[in-house]
């Protein structure tokens, strides 16, 4: 069942039919929705293009509406659209800082399913816990390019993800393609094309996991983008997909914490891969940042909500 | 610890915190090159706006160059092009320099992190 019902209303200075979609479906860990009010702030302070779309379930939509209102939801987005997520089993491993490890629920089965589901023509669909600092994401929206993503990522420490598993899908595999953001025209047939593979690939996981030999038990859809990717190519180097304007992509990592925000900026703890107890402070400011801490995000949600105000 | 070996270690933290922040505000100033022009997506490095200039000056028009994806364009007003240009490396350079002497001024972590 698809139910679109517009809230609220926006200051709408996108040009045409242009927005940011995310997903969000809250486990008994992680209230994701909370995240996406904080992520729509940011696109709706920074960005031009910045009609927002939440897609989550009822229970999820149902629980915000009592902790945070409907005041703040209509805010924070435009469309919200409910479509119940398929609930299969996908537990993950999530960490905050080197000290702390937790396991949950994560639902994203369904995101190849934004081409069908987004409001807009031109769609930005955005993780959660990606947090826009500056006007970048704008430039995507008036580009020849249907279809636009990360290619590369650089940590807080302005180095390369430091685990194979976060650069290839084996050590002598293909490169890995950030899932985290996601530009697309869903009137391109070669978007619908995309997007297809991507489910194909999903429906085929076991399979294309032994294909691809990676270990990894559990749905990523970076992995399941990459391959969807590698195969529309031709299996050879990715020439089809163009980066984002401001790639790569700035993360913090898990294992990362946010000390503290700042009035113009974060500022981070950055910790060491191979020393995980030695960490440097990094202060970010205007730079659109993957913060993959969820806990630590929740932890400042109120002092980032007001950076975004 | 002995003194000197930590105010070595001391030091090689502040000196590593330098580094990644020069690092961070070259990126963003990497970022901000980045221009729109007609639908496609170019870098206002030197390179590119001395070329632009020298073809404008020569009356060379309309003329073409590769964008940031490799694909060739046609520029059909280069002074509006060109003004794109410079108004780009401009605002990237000035915004990485602030950053910058901000950064060499700090002679501390708090400062360089504006912990203080």
Request: charged letters at 25%; proline letters at 3%; aromatic letters at 12%.
């Amino acid at each position: 069942m698809k139910k679109s019902k517009k809230q609220g209303t926006s200051n709408d200075l996108s040009n045409g039919n242009n927005g940011v979609t995310f997903f969000a479906y809250n486990n008994d860990q992680i209230d994701y929705i909370k995240l996406a009010v904080l992520a729509a702030s940011a696109v709706k302070k920074h960005m031009k293009n910045n009609q927002t779309c939440l897609i989550t379930d009822q229970t999820s939509l149902d629980w915000s509406k009592k902790s945070m209102t409907t005041k703040v939801l209509n805010k924070a987005f435009n469309h919200i659209i409910i479509e119940e997520p398929e609930r299969r089993l996908n537990i993950r491993k999530f960490h905050d800082s080197p000290w702390t490890t937790f396991k949950c629920q994560f639902e994203n089965w369904n995101k190849n399913n934004v081409i069908k589901l987004t409001p807009f023509d031109k769609t930005l669909m955005l993780d959660v816990d990606f947090l826009v600092n500056n006007n970048m994401l704008d430039i995507a929206f008036g580009l020849d390019e249907p279809l636009m993503l990360y290619t590369d990522a650089i940590t807080l420490r302005n180095l390369p993800p430091h685990f194979t598993s976060e650069r290839k899908l084996h050590k002598n595999g293909i490169p890995m393609l950030w899932s985290t953001a996601i530009y697309f025209d869903k009137n391109d047939e070669v978007v619908d094309l995309f997007f297809e593979m991507w489910g194909h690939v999903k429906d085929n996981w076991d399979f294309y996991r032994y294909l691809y030999g990676f270990q990894t038990t559990i749905f990523r859809t970076d992995f399941a983008v990459s391959i969807a990717t590698h195969v529309l190519t031709g299996f050879v180097k990715n020439t089809l997909i163009k980066p984002l304007p401001d790639n790569p992509m700035k993360y913090v990592e898990p294992k990362d914490d946010i000390q503290d925000v700042l009035s113009d900026g974060i500022r981070c703890l950055s910790h060491k891969p191979d020393e995980e107890w030695q960490h440097i402070f990094v202060t970010s400011k205007n730079e659109n940042l993957h913060i993959m801490n969820k806990r630590a995000i929740n932890r400042n949600w109120d002092k980032l909500m007001r950076l975004y105000e | 610890m002995d003194d000197r070996l930590e105010r070595a270690l001391d030091f090689s933290n502040f000196r590593l915190t330098l580094h990644n922040q020069k690092q961070s505000a070259k990126q963003r100033a990497e970022n901000m090159l980045q221009v729109q022009y007609g639908n496609s997506l170019f870098k206002a490095d030197q390179t590119l706006i001395n070329f632009v200039k020298t073809m404008k000056d020569e009356e060379y028009t309309p003329f073409v160059v590769s964008d940031v994806h490799e694909n060739p364009v046609q520029i059909e007003d280069s002074e509006i092009f060109l003004e794109k240009l410079i108004s780009a490396y401009a605002s990237a350079m000035n915004e990485y320099i602030i950053s910058h002497e901000k950064i060499k001024k700090a002679r501390n972590i708090k400062r360089l992190v504006e912990w203080e």
